[in-house]
């Protein structure tokens, strides 16, 4: 699990170290560009609730992720998250989307192992 900290209050998303890649990575695009919106999550695991955050790029922000890789980022995903962050609701991080995207990652995995005994490692 990685952690996302947002704000001088350091706000604390947990999320996977593969979501919080590729939502770090929108964020990043979007403060490059000095462009603000909202990140909401819903209270993982719980029966409700849900926190949302006004981003801007003059906030505090960074990420710690517990692994050493760098994920593969998925493009599709990331054009997902970037339309998302575009609405006026911004990007919702839900049980749901974290699962749908997890088992996208298993169904690619034997593929990907097959791609590089052929290729090699990068």
């Not at 490059?32 to 819903?42: C, D, G, Q």
């Not at 575009?86 to 991080?93: A, D, K, R, V």
């Not at 996208?104 to 090699?120: I, K, S, W």
Request: hydrophobic fraction near 45%; aromatic fraction near 8%.
């Amino acid at each position: 699990m990685g952690t996302l900290y947002l704000g001088k209050l350091r706000q604390q998303v947990e999320i996977d170290d593969y979501a919080l890649a590729h939502v770090h990575a929108v964020i990043v695009a979007k403060f490059r560009v000095h462009e603000k919106f909202i990140l909401s999550w819903e209270h993982l695991q719980a029966e409700h609730g849900q926190d949302s955050f006004w981003l801007h790029p003059a906030m505090e922000l960074w990420a710690t992720f517990d692994t050493h890789e760098r994920p593969h980022l998925d493009r599709d995903w990331l054009e997902e998250l970037m339309c998302e962050a575009n609405t006026n609701g911004g990007i919702i991080i839900t049980d749901e989307m974290l699962a749908r995207h997890r088992l996208l990652v298993l169904e690619a995995a034997p593929q990907l192992d097959h791609a590089l005994q052929l290729t090699g490692p990068a």
